[in-house]
């Protein structure tokens, strides 16, 4: 009878049309960077592009693709995504695992715990960090861009927590039939979290995609920009003299098409990945919400 009285049907109502308009907000810009993106030089620098192309034409997408220093930053950035994600849900998940058993199975556990939750409060700073870098021969590496990062403390809080909600009946059935901490881990604890390692490696992935801070600061030569830096260089800095189209392709075609053809590449592919985690991504949004 709740579900069917007035107020909590205008109260869904409501939240229905506020979350309806606030999606619209928020891709209304990503429709007019790809409007832009397809749109003619004059009605690009004349700002008469609106959510429809104008003088439809694909020479943005060309020269963007045909710019090596644009494919070279989207290769970096690819290979910074792909390892440094990997690397670190493997990270997150080996410390999750012990981290999340309870204080008679591990008596050190807060002791650990702490210790990783100390370098989310406090850190040496970004002077430190550069001069540590320097000695450690990383500038201008992939691994600069990986290393660093690989440990999430926060994702690992996030899944410890998921672990602990896993039955326990299921670790000790698997005990008994003569299964090892890692051999639990990998054919109990991974398969009933789907939904937490997808949500955390969709949280890592977009944070390697759209770091560009570290490849500026690490990365002395602009050759090995990833595209987040790339992109960062171009549009707000408007460094041009390093990263950009040749002078005479801009004859035919706007910087603005061209800015806008590489922010959609530069989106394209978590717009890909997410459909396909979408389904773990809304389960795995609550995870460690509900304790016993």
């Known amino acids: 009878m709740y579900y069917k009285s007035k107020p909590y049907k205008l109260f869904t109502g409501l939240n ?13 810009p990503l429709i007019h960077i790809l409007a ?8 690009a620098n004349a700002n008469l592009v609106g959510l429809w192309p104008v003088q439809f034409t694909l020479d943005a997408y060309d020269k963007t693709l045909a710019n090596e220093n644009f ?6 950035a690819v290979q910074r995504t792909v390892f440094g994600t990997a690397l670190s849900m493997l990270i ?15 008596k050190r556990r807060n002791l650990y715990t702490w210790f990783f939750v100390f370098t989310m409060l406090f850190n040496g700073g970004l002077i430190p960090f550069y001069m540590l870098i320097q000695e450690l021969n990383m500038m201008n590496t992939i691994w600069v861009l990986i290393l660093p990062g690989a440990v999430s403390v926060w994702n690992m809080i996030l899944l410890l927590n998921f672990f602990r909600g896993v039955p326990k009946e299921l670790e000790e059935a698997a005990f008994i039939d003569g299964a090892g901490h ?12 789907l939904p937490a390692l997808a949500t955390l490696s969709l949280f890592a992935m977009v ?21 987040a830096t790339f992109l960062q ?6 460094d041009f003299s390093k990263v950009t189209v040749r002078p005479e392709d801009l004859e035919n075609i706007s910087q603005r098409t061209v800015k806008a053809a590489q922010i959609f590449i530069g989106m394209a592919p978590i717009l890909v990945v997410y459909p396909f985690l979408q ?13 016993e």
């Open 16 to 28: 229905y049309t506020f979350l309806l308009v606030l999606s619209i907000i928020c891709v209304i």
């Open 36 to 43: 832009v993106s397809f749109s003619g030089k004059a009605a």
């Open 71 to 76: 494919l070279r930053a989207l290769w970096v």
């Open 92 to 106: 997150v998940v080996l410390a999750a695992y012990p981290l999340s058993k309870e204080k008679r199975q591990f």
């Open 182 to 193: 890692l051999r639990t881990l990998f054919s109990i604890y991974l398969p009933v979290s």
């Open 207 to 227: 944070g390697h995609w759209n770091s560009w801070f570290d490849g500026l600061i690490f990365m002395t030569d602009h050759k090995n920009y990833p595209l």
């Open 233 to 238: 260089t171009i549009i707000v800095q408007q």
């Open 279 to 291: 389904r773990f991504f809304v389960k795995g949004i609550v995870l460690g919400a509900v304790k």
